[in-house]
């Protein structure tokens, strides 16, 4: 490791000697010709004269005052000034030492037809809420994706999952020509799509199309990127297909096809895997699909993938994937989308765990294991119809199904021990469980639209019928030692069905008070969910040999009701710069409960509250914007929380419901405040969020002298928790080809918990600090390295003198290199360092993590053969500790361990005016 650090050295080392360029800074200020008006958001920028080579480029502000600094080796350039509904103008700069003041500049009024026929080469544009970047002013690697090329724009940061956010906020959608790629998956849309593709990028906030159209203003905290393909590349077959094989029998493959022809796209992939992997999102693959718009990950690297699992289990995961993605025209005024998706695995886990847990007067330890193997298949396939039935009317119908079939062999051995290293307890545990699940779901909007002032009528509905079958075959004994000891023994089978019907209507109608700013809305909302869930539960019989034994203790047959309606209005005020809502509601909720086995415990009750919301969001400039939100809201208790039932179905662990339990009730507030300079390359974002919980629900257990847990629920008060946030962003633009990204976070949050143990009330008080640092430096062409730092410190307070408070600290380090010389290999290292100090004797506090990949590019650069090496160190590790109020526990998994592979892509295209295939190479980095 130290040496190959030193190489790192050496290699920075080397590619820092470099020349400077020319410096230079030009200022002025724009005003229209006509009524010498400031002109606002109006894009300058600066190319060269030989080959219209973007130098740099501004925004002006407020006051029409732009300000051009940078470097150059050309001893002239073009200054171009681009802004809508103005001619553009240009002019030939000299570059000198001198600073350059061009004092006022007047911009002609443009002539509508000729703002029609031409076309603006601007590198920034912006439309009222958009904001559009011309693809061909930014410089990348021959044959760069849309990832890479995002990675260029200012104010956008994409991190190594694929994730793009945009002056802070996330991108939550991508659509290609204003239509969905592949079910709204950024990444595969990011990393399939090459550069050469794409005309133009815009950016906007995040809106429904039923919200486009009504004219309603969208998602500010969340981002829509559009990506417009040329009109000569929307016609021909383009794709990629790759495989490895490696060492330990590990293998890879995957393959995608798409067919455009105009606004009709056809997609098909596929892939497989037995390393942790969706299939298509490892090395080449990863770089060709990715992630998705909603991806969760636990510790062993399965992950399910917006709804869509791979990987049923922890462990080592072996899966396979299909899907097929249609998109087109229903005549001239409808869009129609369609997807099917498989996907399968099969994964094996082994866990380890030991916990300390804390009472009031004392303390005892529980330690246990577990193996599990899992199977599971899924199938989804969902639809998307989008008709204007004329110029005001838009109906959107989104139908969705689901189904899934697992089953999961579960072993589990388990001791608890007292502080003098007493045996009180312990069980074996051994289950096969077989599940089958089956949802459908269907989406309607229906907008009508009423003149010309903003005003319309929707109504929303969403209706799902979900039906899950289960068969549990469950082999069980506990021993619980003491003064008097007990022997539970099981050996079941229960049978599961669980069926849930939910509707959700919503019907909004606005009303205008002033013309397209001002407006009152009225909303109603009904919702309505049933469900039942029957749990038969038989004990062996040894006489028959079979389960046939109904056991009336673990069984259930529960059908609960809960029903909400909700009448608000609420003000609404929109403009360019400013918008705000102001709205209160009133929810009246009944929850029922009918219980078949024991009338006695059934029960319905009736929960009605005030709930309030208000919105403000202001956009100081193009560059700058403020955003706050506060809620009111109440939340009913679950209906498990409620019920009087006593569930025995863990021998250690007694839950039983409590009826009285009332409504939580919830005080909410969120701001954030982000500015970016796209000239300099300088932003920071702040945010803070806070709740204020009062009732609120909580678990209260009593622990006996065996460590056997009774639990019921209760409500407390004073629960609350804030967090705030800020995040720095500088580029240094070295030269013409080196630069530096320096990135710095820090985020700090304190939670107060009211809670119980051992029957006792008691306050614990959380506060955690994490500072971060990330930078970039990048020698175009030659060399990137990407080092970045992380701390985790958290302190925990208690008001129970027999409570320890309680300290922990933990680093990150993360270092990133890529090589590109010579020309067609590309050498690529993702090295972490992890070091936790808390974690318990046994378990691996330190570890380094480093995977390398070398990619050489051949067959005119459409082919690439690759070597990757996981885990090189082979000290891969997922120790963690997790802490609570009531205990500390430290676990450890199966992970996945080193292995060599060898891998080859290739990919085709005939994307162009007149179908002819071109090769599109690319470099990739395994991780």
Known sequence: MKKFLCVLALLSCTYATFSQGKSFKITGTLISEEDQSFLESATVYLETLKDSTLVTYTISDKNGTFVLDNT?????????????????????????????????????????????????????????????????????????????????????????????????????????????FFGDDPTITTRNLTKELIEKIQITDTKSKAEAFSGEKGDSENKTINLTIKEENNKGVFGRVAAGAGT?????????????????????????NNINSSGFSFGEIRKMFGGANNVSFNSSGSFVIDGRSFGGGEGITRSNNAGVNYADEIGSNGDISADYFFSGSHSDNATATERENFLP?????????????????????????????DSTFLVNIKPSFRYSKSATTFERQEASRDESNTLTNQSETASFVENTGKNFNNSVDLTKRFGAGGAFIKLAIDASVNANESDDFLNSETNIFGTDPIDIIRDQFTEGDQNTNRLTSRITYRFPLEAKKWFLDFQYIFETEKRRDIKSTFDFNESSQTYTDFNDLLSTNFINKNE??????????????????LGSGYASRTIENSDRLRPELSLKQNFNFLELDANFNYQFSPKSSFYFDYDYENEAPRIAQLQPFQDVSDPLNTITGNPNLRPSKEHGAYFGYNSF?????????????????????????????????????????????????????????????????????????????????NEIEYAAVSTRLNPSLRLTYTWKKLFEIRPNYRLSFTRTRYDLADFDDRNFLSHNLGIQTSTFVPKKLEWRNDITFSYNPNVADGFQKSAWFWNSTLAYSVLKDTGTVTLKVYDLLNQNTNAQRTTTDNYIQDSQSTVLEQYFMLSFSWKFNSLGSKGESRGSGEMIFFD
């Open 564 to 581: 909400r309606q909700s009448p608000s209005v609420k003000l609404v005020f929109n403009s360019d710069k400013m918008s705000f809502r």
């Open 361 to 389: 007067e004392s303390r005892y330890f529980t330690n246990s294991t577990s193996n599990s193997t899992n199977d599971t298949d899924s199938h989804s396939a969902n639809l998307a119809f989008d008709v204007e039935i």
């Open 248 to 272: 330990d029998d590990r293998y890879e493959f995957a393959g995608m096809a798409n067919i455009f022809d105009n606004e009709q796209r056809i997609s098909v992939l596929a892939g497989g």
């Open 677 to 757: 300079d796209f000239q300099k390359g300088t932003g920071y974002y702040v945010y803070a969020n806070a709740n204020l919980t009062q009732d609120k629900v909580v678990s209260k257990t009593a622990v006996d002298e065996n460590f056997v847990r009774n639990t019921t629920y209760t409500n407390v008060d004073g629960n609350y928790w804030a967090y705030v946030g800020s995040n720095m962003s500088k580029d240094f633009k070295l030269d013409s080809l080196q630069t530096l990204k320096v990135r710095l976070g820090l985020s700090a949050n304190v939670n107060k918990q009211i809670n119980f143990n």
């Open 72 to 180: 150059t080796y050309e001893d002239s350039l073009n200054l171009i000034i681009s802004y809508i509904g103005f001619e553009t103008h240009s002019q030939i700069i000299k570059i000198g030492k001198a600073p350059i003041n061009l004092k006022n500049i007047a911009l002609k009024t443009a002539n509508v037809l000729d703002e029609v026929i031409i076309r603006s080469r601007a590198p920034i544009t912006i439309k009222k809420d958009t904001l559009e970047f011309n693809v061909a002013s930014f410089k990348t690697k021959k044959d760069a994706n849309v990832e890479d090329l995002l990675k260029e724009l200012p104010g956008v940061e994409v991190d190594e999952d694929g994730k793009i956010k945009v002056n802070g906020k996330e991108v939550n959608k991508i659509l290609v020509n204003g239509k969905p």
